[in-house]
């Protein structure tokens, strides 16, 4: 059985890491390189960073801040933010990422998966996808909707439909992320998961909302999610990586061992 992967996600906003809840309220908590090396040696399996403001702000990524996380750390490195092109791809991926994050590009021109996927290959590419709890209409019978630019902008989407186009279309893993739960702590959201989880056959990464060890076992397990995307439990020191393994660990969850 493949283990399951805890992801540590540093949100970046002015080259400062930055937490919120639900995308609202952020405040700075520290200086990602910093973090990024801390989380690797700590046994976190991969490194996520996100400029939150890029999309909406229509500029590029930090380009500079990128490579200085991948010089720092010696684990898989996902980046996203801002990317629209296949240029954007390649800048970010020359500058030490193995991997490539898009959201709203993606949504706005789904093209850019495609073209990302035949330039670098499906491993390269991660569909971020930002999804609120709608009521259940005939344009989103699943009852979630497709959010971009930080949340900001509905886009009439129903997220099981995009995640399974997403898919046919190159993308080689799902970063979802609830809105909803997002900072809230009180867990994953399990409905979500599950169905997109169940309808696709590329891995799922849960986010949003994860509070304890056992949130984060709920969501690998009862879930169905591929790896677990966690943010301010460990960013306050609620919870170490090795706390969090350890209690997977002995739920007979298969994940990589830190000692």
């Known amino acids: 059985m493949l283990s399951k992967r805890i992801i540590v996600c540093l949100d970046v906003r002015e080259g400062k890491t930055t937490k919120g809840i639900k995308f609202k309220d952020n405040i700075d908590i520290g200086d990602p390189v910093e973090m990024a090396r801390r989380y690797y040696e700590a046994g976190a399996d991969e490194i996520v960073f996100y400029d939150i403001t890029a999309s909406h702000e229509k500029r590029d990524i930090m380009i500079d801040v990128v490579t200085r996380v991948a010089g720092t750390i010696f684990i898989p490195f996902s980046v996203g933010g801002g990317i629209r092109t296949v240029q954007d791809m390649r800048n970010v991926l020359l500058a030490g990422a193995e991997k490539v994050s898009v ?63 997403a898919e046919r279309l190159g ?74 393994k350890h209690f997977l660990g002995e739920r007979n969850v298969p994940v990589r061992t830190v000692w």
């Not at 709203?104 to 670098?120: C, E, H, L, T, W």
């Not at 997002?182 to 949003?208: C, F, N, Q, W």
């Not at 690998?220 to 990586?241: F, P, R």
């Open 103 to 165: 959201n709203s590009a993606a949504v706005k021109d789904p093209a850019i998966i495609a073209d990302g996927a035949r330039a670098f290959g499906s491993q390269c590419v991660v569909l971020g996808m930002d999804v609120k709890q709608v009521e259940k209409i005939e344009q989103i019978p699943s009852g979630y909707e497709i959010v971009i630019n930080g949340g900001r902008t509905h886009m009439g989407i129903d997220a099981l439909a995009w995640a399974q186009k």
């Open 171 to 244: 993308a080689g893993e799902i970063c979802l992320n609830s809105i909803d739960a997002d900072g809230a702590k009180e867990g994953y959201e399990m409905t979500l998961t599950r169905m997109i989880s169940e309808h696709v056959s590329i891995p799922v990464i849960a986010s949003g909302g994860a509070g304890s060890p056992q949130h984060i076992c709920d969501v690998l397990t009862e879930g169905k999610a591929d790896a677990g995307l966690v943010a301010s439990i460990v960013h306050y020191g609620t919870y170490s990586i090795k706390q969090i």
